[in-house]
């Protein structure tokens, strides 16, 4: 992949900064101007690692999607700035057509594909007719690799959404950018199909060395995706790792909560389990070990049928624990249950 180093076309006084990750911000912010001020991106430090799958996740209205803009140069930073191998990226105030060349940003609503338009027409559209057959050539070549070579012939508004999804891919990466992001790229993809969609991507991280930079909301389709996860809260970022780290080793309770579907409780709620902490403490569902019992403390308050396992709602009156059922066994709402904790997580 052709490499852009500078900027200097666009911003003539920058210089670069050595010894950056690949993308780098810096106490980057960005307001919306509405009735009132509303901060989306507020006073945040990052760093995206080279030939990665990075994901931001967090609920919705977190800022995510704006990072995920002002990373690709679509919005102006209100303060702070965003650097791609250490040169700041061009803004609209820079660039006649917002965007960096050396990125290709896919949005949730296939904004830029023509819907009447054949697959095939779609994705060739992007390449230049200097040389024919390396336009054919590259055309078949990225289609094959989204897996939609034998679509290549229908109109897209007759696809699915996985399979317009991949058109929008194919799109973007036919021109072998460096970087690809994608605004909550599976929303409209069916569940059953999620998992082969994002193989193919990795693989194709793998065979080319793309970085990825992606927006969920969801964080449990990407925590076999990613390479890193980046979480958002309230225009903030609040912890930056890998997949494995943020799960087991969460620093913030809200991380826990996203990941795990942590139980979450105040010292006073932990001391009611035998567990002495002067902080809020995170307990998975997964360690929370429970076994039936006449003369048990708590009680199966609910049962949340889950797929392979069932999600069990268990409380004594004064605590609700989540806990998980696995391998299924037979078990009444109504049942007394003794509950043990096998680990827990203390926050600060």
Known sequence: MAQQTSSCQYIPNDQQKVGLPLIY?????????????????????????????????????????TLLKLIYGLLEPSS?????????????KDKLIPGHDAMKFVSQGFDDLNLYAKVWDNVASQLPNTNLSLKESKTRETLN??????????????LSGGEKQRVAIARALVNEPEVLLMDEPFNQVDAAFRDALQQDIRQIVEDTG????????DPTEVLALSDELIVMKNAKIIEQG???KLYYEPTHSYTAQLLAKSNILSSNQAALMGISSN???????????FEENPQGTFHVKDIRFRGFYKELILSNGQLTLHAILYPLSKIAIGSKVNISITKYITFD
């Not at 990665?52 to 919705?60: L, Q, R, V, W």
């Not at 939609?148 to 229908?154: R, S, V």
């Open 210 to 217: 793309l970085t990825i930079l992606l927006v969920s909301h």
């Open 279 to 289: 902080h809020t403490i995170g307990i998975h569902q997964e360690d929370v070990s």
């Open 25 to 65: 911000g810096e106490n980057l912010s960005h307001a919306f101007q509405a009735k009132r001020e509303v901060i989306a991106v507020n006073k945040v430090d990052f760093g995206i690692r080279e030939g990665k799958i990075t994901a931001i996740i967090g609920e919705s209205g977190s800022g995510k999607s």
């Open 80 to 92: 702070g700035e965003v650097r791609y191998r250490g040169w700041l990226v061009p803004t609209r």
């Open 145 to 158: 690799r989204l897996k939609i070579l034998h679509l290549d012939q229908q109109r897209v508004a007759d």
């Open 242 to 244: 890998s997949p494995t």
